[in-house]
């Protein structure tokens, strides 16, 4: 790939990877990584994450929200800080690299500048988000919608599947949750987020490092379809009105739609059909479409075509239809000069700059409402995530250590 490697790089990657494996020890069940927000294995993660904190000479704590934070000062004290993060929760049965890579990355990057004793004119500041993935309680991104200064009061009184509050939870684990609403952050500079890259593009195009333009757009839609259930055997095709075979041309059509424009992805993912019987002609069918793009505007434009598709197949096959919109979020576009200040680290360490959109969504398009924000992507086996067989080399593991340790190095306050 021409990249530059350095035996202070190679170093810094194999002890970033070994400390990966070592915080994959940190799990609910044995013999899989499971650590949902605020378990035991998500404190004793926090804990040893202040450890490593403390024997790199850092002062690390756990915020009002249950994020780890430590802070690194710039020349002068009180400086803007760059904040660097990711999150440390799992889903269940996970990988080790999903949020992990760049929590510890960001680790990694503080422990370099103190071990020289080397102060930038921007403090640093490291954080580990702890709710990222929303296993445990129905809610997300709570850790970073507290330092955003948008956090979901309401969130504290969700409940597990045990019964277990996530306020009692919340302080149980060393937050508080009577300030977690309170702890928005100021004089913060910028926030940058080094991941995976959860798709499998990167290893497509030979390359270890991507930069994210966007955060897609997502919008989610529950579609249902009534035909008319009928004898297999006593009802002639011409007939019939099943809406099985009206449901599956939808999804051929949102395909084809999709796979007109770049960047675009429409998903049905899941096909409910009743009343499920060889002997019977379904007679309703709902299934769930997931449309997401780095661009609202087209994505509001493809989801415009959908329906319009959608119900075209529906006339055309005699079938009613009723679509029901269930989740919407806007994309976030990652600033500019973030932009073009991770395209001149990874050129820097000798990858040509991709510049990519993430597909799935992340902390970063949180912290993007309060300061401007850029993600990182390391090129990840196959594309895989969520799972143990989630995969990264150690080669490209170091390489993205030294670009985002380049890339803080050379940040300047906007
Ligand atoms: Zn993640």
Not at 63 to 88: K, T
Request: aromatic share 6%; net charge negative.
């Amino acid at each position: 790939m021409g990249a530059r490697h350095f035996d202070a790089d190679l170093a810094a990657g194999r002890r970033l990877m070994e400390r990966l494996d070592a915080f994959a020890a940190f799990t609910e069940e044995p013999g899989r990584l499971t650590r949902v927000f605020l378990s035991d294995a998500h404190r004793r993660a926090a804990h040893a994450f202040i450890g490593w904190c403390a024997e790199a000479g850092l002062e690390a704590s756990i915020d009002a929200a249950g994020n780890v934070v430590a802070r690194y000062e710039g020349r002068r004290a009180g400086a803007p800080a760059l904040m660097l993060g990711s999150h440390i929760d799992t889903v269940r049965d996970a990988g080790r690299y999903d949020g992990n890579y760049g929590a510890l990355a960001a680790l990694a990057v503080l422990e370099s500048l103190s071990a020289r004793g080397e102060r930038l004119d921007h403090a640093i500041e490291i954080v580990a988000f702890g709710d990222e993935e929303g296993v445990r309680f129905r809610t997300t991104l709570t850790g970073s919608r507290a330092l955003a200064g948008t956090y979901p009061k309401a969130a504290l009184d969700q409940k597990d599947a045990g019964g277990v509050a996530m306020r009692d939870a919340l302080k149980a684990f060393g937050g508080d949750p009577e300030r977690a609403h309170a702890i928005r952050r100021d004089n913060v500079a910028a926030f940058v987020e080094a991941h995976i890259e959860q798709g499998p593009l990167l290893e497509a195009e030979g390359l270890p490092l991507g930069i994210v333009s966007a955060i897609n757009g997502a919008t989610r839609l529950e579609v249902g379809l009534d035909g008319v259930a009928g004898h297999s055997g006593a009802t002639p095709m011409r007939l019939r009105r099943d809406a099985l075979t009206a449901a599956a041309e939808m999804a051929l059509a949102i395909e084809a739609r999709a796979r007109g424009e770049a960047d675009l992805v429409a998903t049905v993912g899941r096909f409910d059909v009743w009343p499920g019987a060889a002997n019977v002609i379904p007679g309703h069918v709902q299934f769930s479409l997931d449309v997401r793009a780095p661009d609202d505007a087209r994505r509001v434009a493809a989801l415009t075509d959908l329906k319009e598709g959608i119900e075209a197949v529906a006339r055309s096959r005699g079938v009613s239809v009723s679509l029901a919109k269930t989740h919407e979020a806007n994309a976030f576009v990652c600033d500019p000069r973030i932009i073009d200040g991770l395209s001149q680290a990874v050129e820097a360490v000798g990858v040509a700059p991709r510049i990519l959109p993430s597909g799935a969504g992340h902390d970063t398009m949180v912290i993007g409402g309060l300061c401007p924000a850029g993600m990182l992507f390391v090129r990840c086996k196959g594309g895989v995530s969520h799972s143990p067989l989630e995969s990264i080399t150690f080669e490209d593991c170091a390489i993205g250590l030294a670009a985002l340790t380049r890339f803080v190095r050379d940040f300047r306050i906007f």
